[in-house]
Structure formats: structure tokens, C-alpha cells
């Protein structure tokens, strides 16, 4: 079925849309796409479309109950802001990702339920994608990212010879918290809308663009706030200890942090939604390419606009004092604005009150992994490190993300919230992670195959571009390497004993895990590099004036 055909049978006529011709470039990720996601593409968009009574090709005929079910839970979902006042609806945080048939909240129809399920056709089952297919579809972004993450590493490298970074060096403890956004916030939303849109809950063009709309809001907020305890959190972390405390700087540190937060989130949330209704529509799955892309520039754009804002601010210091604080006033005075547009949709008003836990921690792990690269970066000996530190933690970062995403699309796929499958059940095992034929399996090993050729590659890119403080000598690309597999290798580990975890205790994995998982790459990338940068100096392997 063509793209005009799908629209027209899905009643999308009258809106008179049509296909925009963008040349070679579907057909180059077209190639990339197994047969089965296609087909189930294809097929979702004729279960669509047969909605009345008559029986399929293969002798189905809905029943009119589970048809009213459909139709009921699209009336919620038209009518978000009525939920808000009935008490007999209720959601959850696994519940707006969930199938069609586990959406009407009533009780005691479990009995139909079972009905309905084993009546349901089987156009819900996951395609099976091949190794080759699924490397072939990660390793363009995964390059894509890894070059963000190199680009990041060089702007730093430049940016920490500026007046600001010099002389408030608390500035290093926000690189890692604000970086972390992107797995707090944009990975966390792409996961989100990946899972949506592979069951199904984006094919309605009305509950596609509310969901798009409240998790937008909602980030923008998240943002806001985060962005305010990250600069806290390095007041706190970087002065009280030496006992010195200057209220200019801290104020300076408040608007930066605050003002990077909120425009890098914006600027990577419209490129998120762009690469999620742009799979949807070319057929990729968005669960491999999503979350990379959505880390891609990612890096580069906060650190950019970090050293921008804190640079100007730095300059007006002394002309303007209170320019820093009418910055941080401003971009606060808006969270009640998106407050109010996130809790117009059921999914995003859920997450408003109660995914802040995940947010929250995972902003002062990485914290912790700030005040780690501002005490390194202090030593003259382990200059090296600034350049390298973007690249080890966001490559850990986009590869965990997109196992920790295509667990959950599984687990909401084939299993109810609070039940696992029986491989998953017992103590963790880290062979339980990469020994096995499942899905799941299969990417833990092509991710971390992906590890040690990828970072050659954007080892070597440096090397080229004259950046960075280190020379590539056989021990610095051993000893690097073996941190990067490390990390990685953990990583991993953590996802999975993580994400079947959460989904035991209730809790949506692509709300709550990333976070987490990303804001532990960053702790365990910097603290390793430190590492692996202090045993190189100590074996006689140090040259820290290359790129000077």
C-alpha cells in the first residue's frame, strides 16, 4: 500500500495531503529496512482501516465489543482535559504506551480481555530483524552521534581557555549535568515516542500531535528545573567545600545553566520529532536510529550555547550585574506556562508529577561526574582529558539508550506491567545479557561490537583534526580503549537488570531507565578516562602540549 493510499483509506482525504518528494534519501534507508517492520508498517495501516464488521482476508471479524473499546479509548484520548476532572479514568505510567485493548480502564472484563486477545489479529507481533539489518541500521547514527560527540570534545578543548571557564571552573560541573539532558530529556522522549509509535498509539493524526505536544511541554519544563538544580548542585559541590562563595558567580552560574537548558532542549526537541514521524513515515524503527540522532548534535548545541550565555555574562559582570539575574528570571517565569500545556494530555500530565525521581537523580549522578572533570582538568598533567570526555561518555550513552529502548518496545509488545518473561526472572547474570538467540540478545551484541571500531574511527578524527593534548601511541589507544569497552560492557549489564526491573515494579522504562543509564555512562566514562589518563601518567606516557 502507497503513502497516498494509506492516508486516503485512513479517511485523511479531506485534508487533501500530499507526499513531498525528497529524493534519494528514503530509498538509501529503505534498503536498510527488514521486510517485517515494513510489512507491519502496511499491515497496522489496513487493521486501521477495517473497522466496520466484515471479516478480513483471513476470516477475522471484530467483535463489537473490543470495537467499542477502540472507539471509547479514542474519545479519551479527544478529551484530555475532561480526564483531569472525572476520577473513574485512571493511567499509569505504562498505560499510555500500551496497546489499544489495555487502554479502556474499566474493571472486571478480564474475561473479555482474554477474548479480545485471542481474537486479536496478529499484526501486533514485533518483526524479526536480522543482525546485519539491525547493525546497518544503527551504525549510520551511530557514526552520525559519535561525530557530534567529537565536535563537542573540540569545542570544549577551545572553550576552556576562555575567560569564564578559567576563572568560575564550576562551569565544568555543569558540562556533564547539562550534556546529561539529552539522555534525561531527548533520549527519554524519543524512547517514548518509539515505543508509540510501534504500537500503534501515533497512527491517529489527533492522538499523534497531542502526544508530540505534551511531551514537548513537559520537556521544556523538565528542562527548566533541571537546569536550575545543575547549577545548584555545582554551587554546592564546587565552592562550599573550599569555603569560597561569591554571589555574582553563583547568579551567573544559575542563568547559563538555566538559559542552555531550555534552548539546547527546544532546538533538539523539534529535530526529535522531525526523526520520529520521519522513520514512522520511511519505515524505519525507530527504536535503532531514534535515540542516537537524538544525541547527535546534541552535545555540540549545548556546549555551544554554554560557553556563549556564559561567556556574555562573564563580560557583564561588571557593566551590567544584573543582567545575569533578569536572564535566569525570565526563562523561569515561562514553567508555568508549559506546566499548564503538559497537563492538557493524560500520558505527559502523568509524567508531570511523577517522573521527576529519575530527572532529578540522574542530574546529580552526573554531577558527581562534573566535580570528577573539574578536578582533573585543574591538574596541567591530565589536560588531555577535556577532549576525549564528550566522546567516551556519549558514545556509552547512545549505545545503552538504544538497548534500554528496545527492551522496553519488547516488554510492551509481549508482556503486561509487572509481568517479565521467564529468562529474565532470578538473579541477574551478565551472560543473561549477551548469551542467547532473543532479540534482545542479538543488539547487546552488536552494540557492544560496535564499540572498538567506533572509537577508532573517532580517535583517529581527532588525531587528524590536530585537537586534543595526546598523541595516539599504541598504550594511550589500549589502555582508552579498554575504558571505553569497559564501560560499555557495564552499561549493558545495568540496562538489562534495570529495564526488566522497572517494568516489574510498574514503571514505563522509557520514562524512568535512560535517565539513569545515561547519567551512570557519564560518571563511568569520566571517572574511568580519569583513570586510564593518571595510569598514563604514572607508566611515563604523557605529552600534554599536543594542539597548543
Known amino acids: 500500500m502507497s503513502w497516498r493510499e494509506h492516508g486516503a483509506a485512513g479517511g485523511w482525504s479531506s485534508l487533501s495531503l500530499k507526499p513531498v518528494p525528497i529524493g534519494w534519501i528514503p530509498s538509501l534507508f529503505q534498503t536498510m529496512v527488514p521486510t517485517g517492520y515494513t510489512k507491519l508498517q502496511e499491515e497496522r495501516g489496513l487493521a486501521m482501516v477495517d473497522l466496520g464488521p466484515k471479516p478480513d482476508g483471513n476470516g477475522y471479524r471484530p467483535d463489537p465489543t473490543h470495537l467499542e473499546v477502540r472507539r471509547h479509548s479514542d474519545r479519551v484520548a479527544r478529551t484530555s482535559v475532561s480526564l483531569s476532572d472525572g476520577g473513574d479514568v485512571r493511567y499509569s505510567e505504562t498505560e499510555p504506551m500500551l496497546p489499544e485493548g489495555t487502554l479502556s480502564g474499566e474493571e472486571g472484563d478480564d474475561e473479555e480481555n482474554e477474548e479480545e486477545e485471542s481474537q486479536r489479529p496478529p499484526t501486533r507481533n514485533m518483526p524479526k530483524e536480522s543482525p546485519l539489518a539491525m547493525a546497518l541500521q544503527i551504525v549510520v547514527p551511530f557514526l552520525l552521534a559519535g561525530f557530534g560527540t567529537v565536535s563537542a570534545g573540540m569545542v570544549l578543548d577551545i572553550v576552556q ?83 569560597k562563595f561569591q554571589m555574582n558567580h553563583a547568579v551567573l552560574l544559575c542563568s547559563a545553566s538555566v538559559a542552555t537548558a531550555f534552548i539546547a532542549s527546544m532546538l533538539q526537541g523539534f529535530i526529535m520529532v522531525g526523526v520520529i514521524v520521519g522513520s514512522k513515515k520511511t519505515g524505519i524503527n525507530p527504536d535503532n536510529v531514534a535515540t542516537p540522532i537524538a544525541a547527535s548534535f546534541g552535545d555540540l548545541i549545548t ?223 569520566t571517572a574511568l578516562l580519569a583513570l586510564s589518563f593518571q595510569f598514563l601518567w604514572y607508566i611515563g606516557d604523557q605529552d600534554s602540549d599536543v594542539g597548543d
Open 303 to 525: 556546549l555551544a550555547i554554554l560557553a556563549w550565555i556564559s561567556q556574555g555574562l562573564y563580560n557583564c559582570l561588571d557593566s551590567h550585574p544584573y543582567a545575569s539575574s533578569l536572564v535566569c528570571a525570565f526563562f523561569l517565569s515561562l514553567t508555568p506556562v508549559w506546566m499548564v500545556i503538559s497537563s492538557k494530555h493524560p500520558a505527559s500530565r502523568t509524567l508531570l508529577y511523577s517522573g521527576w525521581e529519575p530527572v532529578i537523580t540522574a542530574m546529580v549522578i552526573s554531577s558527581i561526574g562534573g566535580l570528577i572533570l573539574d578536578k582533573t582538568v585543574s591538574d596541567p598533567n591530565l589536560a588531555g582529558i577535556v577532549v576525549y570526555t564528550p566522546v567516551i561518555n556519549g558514545i556509552g550513552g547512545n549505545l545503552v539508550a538504544i538497548q534500554s529502548s528496545r527492551i522496553s518496545t519488547h516488554l510492551h509488545f509481549h508482556s503486561a506491567p509487572g509481568e517479565v518473561p521467564e529468562e529474565a526472572k532470578g538473579c541477574y547474570y551478565p551472560c543473561r545479557t549477551f548469551c542467547g538467540t532473543g532479540a534482545n540478545h542479538r543488539s547487546a551484541q552488536v552494540l557492544l561490537l560496535l564499540v572498538l571500531p567506533g572509537h577508532l574511527i573517532f580517535l583517529y578524527t581527532i588525531h587528524l583534526m590536530k585537537s586534543g593534548h595526546t598523541t595516539l601511541t599504541p598504550i594511550f589507544m589500549t589502555v582508552y580503549l579498554a575504558a571505553a569497552l569497559l564501560q560499555v560492557f557495564l552499561l549493558l549489564c545495568i540496562a538489562d537488570w534495570m529495564v526488566y526491573s522497572m517494568w516489574r515494579s510498574g514503571k514505563d522504562p522509557d520514562s524512568f531507565s535512560i535517565p539513569y543509564l545515561t547519567a551512570l555512562g557519564d560518571l563511568l566514562g
Open 161 to 243: 581557555h576562555w575567560d569564564a571557564f578559567k576563572y568560575i571552573t564550576e562551569i565544568f560541573i555543569l558540562v556533564p549535568a547539562l550534556l546529561g539532558l539529552k539522555g534525561n530529556l531527548e533520549m527519554t522522549l524519543a524512547s517514548r515516542l518509539s515505543t508509540a509509535v510501534n504500537v500503534g498509539k501515533m497512527d491517529s493524526p489527533i492522538e499523534k500531535w497531542n502526544l508530540i505536544i505534551g511531551n514537548l511541554a513537559l520537556k521544556q519544563v523538565q528542562a527548566t528545573v533541571v537546569g536550575f538544580l545543575a547549577a545548584v548542585a555545582a554551587v554546592v559541590l564546587g565552592w562550599i567545600p573550599e569555603g
